[in-house]
């Protein structure tokens, strides 16, 4: 008799599990991102684009000016710079596209790169300044690799240039998919209050910087609840087994690395290793913020982002004699202002 209500107990502990699972990926799935608004309220206008492999994805193309091409981490929606576009938009042409959620039979990591080139080419852009969050960095080196003549700078926020897990310890193996697991499938309060303790741990994306509530609604809202863990794991499965370092000391464009010093997911020490590999590049913290910066401080992040661009445009308007020697004599080059960030 006993045996018997135990079994009746897991087949409706087991019912209802399943019950509940199926409640909260139909409430996932009916979560729409906040649209990305001028500061005036209105939204920014959405294009649809179709790739060659017939994948259709939503960018917004607004502002004009020189080129900011936009690339998201792994979650991949263009909403990931809802503090970005709208301002950088009152002096340049920004463009960010949805990463693809699907992939072709036999599509590698260079997918994401023919998807840029697909983009940038049908809207006649010879050259830009390409700026990628996590993932995006590491597909913005590509581009960089394989179309030097297309870049006019390159910016890497909390970058990497190869899946690695030399830094996994406990944090990493056992908290952060907890982290993930409580951000995706609890209710909404219990997530809320969940995020806040991991942010103060530190953990995955989450920080306990001034702005962490506004990383807790992205996470919520935006981000990781609105994209199936499936395909974002999908996106960084095409860069296993690819190391791009070795074609950093390649890249010849002016570069800036942005870092956020208590981001444990991808370590400070990967930003330092590309900062000292590529030739011409600047290093710049964001103070109190982890793995994204550009929503935990956007303000900090703004400023530094504005900064180095006016410098990449006073550098463009010099004899070639002259920017080398800027080049040269900058005490931020080569990461030479990292100390506090190791």
């Known amino acids: 008799m006993a045996g018997l209500k135990k079994f009746a107990f897991g087949v409706v502990a087991g019912v209802a599990g399943a019950a509940y699972v199926r409640s909260i990926k139909r409430r996932n799935n009916a979560l729409v991102r906040p649209k990305i608004r001028h500061s005036s309220g209105t939204p920014l206008p959405v294009k649809r684009f179709e790739y060659s492999d017939g994948e259709e994805i939503e960018y917004v193309d607004v502002g004009t000016g020189d080129v900011l091409v936009w690339i998201p981490g792994a979650d991949g929606p263009k909403e990931t710079f809802q503090y970005q576009l709208p ?40 050259h830009a300044v390409v700026i990628g969050q996590s993932l995006g960095s590491a597909i913005a080196i590509r581009f960089a690799t394989r179309f030097p003549e297309r870049i006019r700078g390159l910016v890497l926020c909390n970058p990497l240039a190869k899946i690695s ?28 209050r969940m995020a806040r303790f991991w942010s103060r741990l530190g953990l995955w994306v989450f920080d306990d910087s001034s702005g962490r509530e506004a990383l807790i609604d992205y996470a919520l809202f935006t981000g990781p609840r609105t994209v199936p863990p499936r395909v974002s794991d999908r996106r960084v499965d095409h860069l296993k087994g690819l190391d791009l370092r070795p074609a950093l000391n390649d890249i010849k464009a002016p570069a800036l690395v942005v870092k956020g010093p ?41 400023q530094a982002l504005e900064a180095w661009l006016g410098d990449l445009s006073d550098r463009s308007h010099m004899p070639l004699e002259a920017q080398t020697s800027r080049t040269e004599d900058d005490p931020n080059r080569k990461g030479n202002s990292h100390g506090d960030g190791g």
């Open 87 to 126: 301002r950088f938009a009152q002096s340049y042409r920004v463009i960010c596209a949805d990463m693809r959620e699907t992939f072709p039979v036999g599509a590698n990591f260079d997918r994401f790169v023919e998807d840029l080139e697909e983009l940038l080419n049908d809207l006649k852009i010879t």
């Open 165 to 192: 897990y030399d830094h996994v310890g406990f944090n990493r193996t056992i908290l952060t998919p907890l982290a993930m697991l409580t951000t995706r499938y609890l209710p909404t309060g219990v997530s809320r």
């Open 262 to 302: 208590r981001d444990v997911y991808c370590p400070v020490s990967w930003a330092i290793e590309i900062t000292d590999a590529l030739p011409d590049a600047k290093y710049v913290l964001i103070p109190e913020t982890g793995h994204c910066s550009h929503i935990s401080r956007p303000g900090a992040f703004n």
